[in-house]
């Protein structure tokens, strides 16, 4: 099955500076990569997603990149803000027998000081 | 956009007893199902995919006769932690899938803290 590292398990930075943080996955066939951002008690809220047929993708502060054939994605946030504070998750979209499923990276508690 | 609705919000039950946790998609309809279980300052793990009208698939290391999982429509799927002990205590989160959504839907509930004593 598929299986999906993330690195750092934890990061800390001053505001204003950037974060980066990155997942390898390792099934080809996923095709589908979202990032999640997780307040302590709360759910998982999508802050951005790629699909494998491209290799960027921005949103104003926050980018994705995608690299297919080294089987790694990473989530770029810039200009970090004491809010972005919080458990970033990867994850990658696979089919695992008859279904579709997600398949969720360890974490990363991002702490960003004023 | 897609709504997720998860109840209870969290729960306290003695060791035991059972507990009943429902998932609802507000807006649309939810073929597939998933139920994750998230120990602290751990990472979502996926329990089971529930597909409506059939069996749930259970990941490996999940027991079905203690998580039962029923989705019998296209809104609503329920797990039920039978015989609930303190091990079991954990946030339990749902998510459902809408495949008509372009970001291939998946959407989250707002979870279940559940704590047995």
């Known amino acids: 099955g598929e299986n999906v590292e993330q690195h750092p398990s934890t990061l800390s930075v001053q505001e204003g500076d950037s974060a980066v943080i990155k997942c390898t996955y390792s099934?080809?066939?996923?095709?589908?990569f979202p990032w999640y951002k997780q307040e302590l008690g709360k759910r998982p809220q999508l802050i951005i997603d790629?699909?494998?047929?491209?290799g960027e993708k921005k949103d104003q502060r926050i980018a994705v990149t995608l690299n297919k054939t080294a089987k790694h994605f990473s989530l770029h946030i810039t200009e970090t803000q004491p809010e972005d504070s919080a458990v970033y998750f990867c994850?990658?979209?696979?089919?695992?027998?008859?279904?579709?499923?997600?398949?969720f990276g360890k974490g990363t508690l991002l702490t960003v000081n004023p | 956009g897609a709504v997720v609705s998860q109840h209870p919000s969290w729960v306290i039950c003695k060791s035991g007893t059972s507990v009943k946790i429902e998932c609802r998609s507000l807006?649309?309809?939810?073929?597939?199902m998933f139920w994750y279980r998230q120990f602290p300052k751990q990472s979502l793990m996926l329990m089971a995919t529930?597909?409506?009208?059939?069996?749930?698939?259970?990941e490996q290391g999940v027991e079905k006769d203690k998580f039962l999982i029923n989705h019998a429509s296209l809104t609503l799927s329920t797990l039920t932690v039978t015989s609930a002990h303190p091990e079991d205590s954990s946030f339990y989160i749902c998510?459902?899938?809408?495949?008509?959504?372009?970001?291939?839907?998946?959407?989250f509930g707002s979870g279940t803290r559940l704590t047995v004593v």
């Open positions: 529930s597909n409506e009208g059939s069996k749930a698939t259970y």
């Open positions: 807006d649309f309809q939810a073929t597939t």
């Open positions: 099934d080809s066939a996923s095709n589908y």
């Open positions: 994850a990658a979209h696979t089919r695992g027998g008859s279904n579709y499923k997600l398949t």
């Open positions: 790629i699909r494998s047929n491209v």
């Open positions: 998510s459902a899938r809408d495949v008509v959504n372009p970001n291939y839907g998946y959407t």
